[in-house]
T-cell receptor
Framework: GQQLNQSPQSMFIQEGEDVSMNCTSS?????WLWYKQDPGEGPVLLIA?????ELTSNGRLTAQFGITRKDSFLNISASIPSDVGIYFC??????????FGTGTSLTVIP | DSGVTQTPKHLITATGQRVTLRCSPR?????VYWYQQSLDQGLQFLIQ???????AKGNILERFSAQQFPDLHSELNLSSLELGDSALYFC???????????FGPGTRLLVL
């Protein structure tokens, strides 16, 4: 099935650093979602974006719905060890179909 | 806790066997989605049901089938299992078709 292009594939950062990751698609989406998955667990919804240009925060997390509707960004500020995990983006197209990114694996070094 | 429950949490079986995975959606959610996640793989969409009817099909093998019952719980049936079917199987639910999905904790299937 179709998957979104998510980058970077992995990140190794020092505790306290900021993190940025993004997701791009060749087609337009109406909704962008960001999930975090811990090993062996199900993805947990972090942020949902429903409007082009929308900027939404959830604590230290901020995500934006790109104005072209073909991309989205997730930023994590002042990373902490519990931010470790895999982050997935997901987009919903005009046909109400969901597509998931390939994931960004985040490692935070204390 | 997303409110989506899946059973069993772990399942070990042999090649050629058949298993059934169960999912109960969040209260009020009408749509159920099934995903497969293999090692080093992203989430692969398998199939979606909405209020008892199949709504969308993804990369689901013919050996796999699913259904959603009147009480809205769903079952994913995997038959003639192969080693490569070993994976995490996730169920997600949403209040309506195309709405934000909430994932269950997954069922880890190991085929020996």
């Amino acid at each position: 099935g179709q998957q979104l292009n998510q980058s970077p594939q992995s990140m190794f950062i020092q505790e306290g650093e900021d993190v940025s990751m993004n997701c791009t698609s060749s087609s337009i989406f109406n909704t962008w979602l960001w999930y975090k998955q811990d090993p062996g667990e199900g993805p947990v919804l972090l942020i949902a974006l429903y409007k082009a240009g929308e900027l939404t925060s959830n604590g230290r997390l901020t995500a934006q719905f790109g104005i072209t509707r073909k991309d989205s960004f997730l930023n994590i500020s002042a990373s902490i060890p519990s931010d470790v995990g895999i982050y997935f983006c997901a987009g919903r197209n005009t046909g109400n179909q969901f597509y998931f990114g390939t994931g960004t694996s985040l490692t935070v070094i204390p | 806790d997303s409110g989506v429950t899946q059973t069993p949490k772990h399942l070990i079986t042999a090649t050629g066997q058949r298993v059934t995975l169960r999912c109960s959606p969040r209260s009020g959610d009408l749509s159920v989605y099934w995903y497969q996640q293999s090692l080093d793989q992203g989430l692969q969409f398998l199939i979606q049901y909405y209020n008892g009817e199949e709504r969308a099909k993804g990369n689901i093998l013919e050996r796999f089938s699913a259904q959603q019952f009147p009480d809205l719980h769903s079952e994913l049936n995997l038959s003639s299992l192969e080693l490569g079917d070993s994976a995490l199987y996730f169920c997600a639910s949403s209040v309506e078709d195309g709405a934000t999905q909430y994932f269950g904790p997954g069922t880890r299937l190991l085929v020996l």
